[in-house]
């Protein structure tokens, strides 16, 4: 049985070729797929139940929202707990796809 991974890498990471090998075997991983978070979001956006907007840069209000969340930002339905989001997880920055 094969265990899809989604993971999210930054330039950087994605320039080491270390982040894409296993940890616990050091064995290289298999790239099915590249894309951008972006290109991400507009595919699988649906699937979590979500609306989608694009916000530009071209009016005052969406550059101030650009420059004030770095171009992603998001609207809850329901309450969050942040703090949750601080403790330490040993899946930090891995994504599981059980498809």
Known sequence: MSMDQISLFTKD??????????????????????????????NEYKRFGCTLEFVTNESQEGSQFCRGFGGIGGILRYQLDIRALDEPSDD????EDSD
């Open 13 to 42: 990471q994605e320039a080491d070729q270390n982040s894409f090998r296993d940890p616990a075997t050091n064995a290289e991983l298999e790239v099915q797929e590249k894309m951008s978070l972006l290109e991400w979001f507009a």
């Open 92 to 95: 930090e920055g891995v994504y």
